[in-house]
């Protein structure tokens, strides 16, 4: 893909001059000026239809609020987010970063709309064909259709985690979803909560491709 260098400069450009307005509507972790996110999405959209955002808090800063690009899984777009991050400016009260990193400690637990999902509810296995990793993930009463289930939502989460979003877009050739049998350890499973342990044993071995989802 070829980037539009003119519009990631008027992207920072209007960024510089809202954020403020922006950083004001901060109601403890939410940020409640619409307008101004819905301008940034349709922005990013313009550069890269595959660019996302979203804010988190800096544990390591009190006040302090970081703005995370990604692009959604789809490899083809890690370019974009690293030019865009490339070009962004320095400012007091917001720090931008590409792509969701490991996170320490790693979440036991997320609500997904109405449902709560612990991590201990989920199972995987990696398997190396040809150098490629494919990742199974093992759970009862596995989706047969994904979008539809938000547990798959929060295995994606946790593996954001466990192994960073840029890992998984690069190392993970693809991803696959069980039902979970009646003895996993029988059947040579891993607590997911052992993944990150597991894949830094052997990724150095894994050519970086990119994430299919099946």
Same mark, same amino acid.
């Given at each position: ?9 008027? @992207? ?7 954020? =403020? ?11 409640? +000026?619409?307008?101004?996110? $819905?301008?940034?999405? %349709? ?25 995370? !690009?990604? #692009?959604? &899984? !789809? ?10 991050? &490339? ?5 007091t &009260?917001?720090?931008?970063k ?14 997904? &709309?109405?449902?709560? #999902? ?5 199972? #995987?296995?990696?398997? =190396? ?10 759970? =009862?009463?596995?989706? $047969? ?7 798959? %939502? +929060?295995?994606?989460?946790y ?7 840029? %890992? ?9 979803? !069980?039902?979970?049998p ?16 597991? @894949?830094?044993?052997? $990724?150095? %071995? ?9």
């Amino acid at each position: 893909m070829i980037l539009d260098r003119k519009q990631i400069s008027t @992207f920072w450009e209007q960024l510089q001059e809202t954020i =403020q307005q922006l950083l004001e509507s901060r109601s403890d972790d939410r940020f409640e +000026a619409e307008p101004l996110l $819905k301008q940034y999405r %349709e922005h990013l959209q313009k550069i890269d239809s595959n660019l996302t955002f979203h804010f988190q808090s800096d544990a390591d800063t009190e006040g302090s609020v970081e703005m995370v !690009f990604g #692009c959604d &899984g !789809f490899p083809e777009s890690i370019h974009s987010v690293l030019s865009l991050i &490339g070009a962004a400016p320095e400012l007091t &009260g917001i720090e931008f970063k590409a792509f969701n990193n490991r996170y320490d400690p790693v979440p036991l637990s997320v609500n997904i &709309g109405e449902e709560y #999902c612990e991590i201990g509810d989920f199972w #995987c296995r990696m398997v =190396q064909v040809n150098k490629r990793l494919h990742l199974e993930v093992y759970m =009862q009463d596995a989706p $047969k259709v994904l979008d539809m289930d938000p547990r798959t %939502e +929060a295995v994606m989460i946790y593996l954001d985690a466990l192994i960073g979003e840029y %890992e998984i877009m690069t190392k993970v050739w693809a991803l696959d979803w !069980f039902e979970l049998p009646v003895s996993p350890e029988d059947h040579g499973l891993v607590k997911l909560t052992d993944l990150r342990e597991a @894949f830094d044993e052997i $990724k150095t %071995e894994i050519e970086p491709i990119g994430l299919t989802l099946h």
